[in-house]
């Protein structure tokens, strides 16, 4: 099932307004909220706009600071689980 045109508007303009308030907090607080507010958006959110999140947390963040590295991983982790929910059960 595709995503209709609104629904994939409504996930672009969450992404973009969530990257804008995260840009006015102090670098620790942009963390620590990243971190709560994507462990909850991840699993609620379907896997284009997961991806979307994704790149655009890697676009404006260096991908050299450990915290941003664990909060891809933690996305990395979530889209994987997806796609091993996927897979055909070898025992049928």
Do not use: C, H, W
């Not at 994507?38 to 963040?61: C, D, H, K, S, T």
């Amino acid at each position: 099932m595709f995503p209709d045109e609104d629904e994939d508007s409504d996930f672009a303009d969450l992404i973009r307004d969530f990257m804008l308030a995260l840009s006015i907090l102090p670098k620790a607080e942009q963390i620590e909220t990243i971190t709560g507010v994507i462990n909850i958006l991840i699993q609620i959110m379907p896997g284009y706009g997961v991806i979307e999140l994704r790149q655009e947390i890697a676009a404006e963040f260096p991908s050299s600071d450990p915290d941003i590295q664990n909060i891809l991983t933690m996305i990395d982790g979530e889209l994987a689980k997806r796609e091993i929910a996927l897979m055909p059960d070898p025992d049928p």
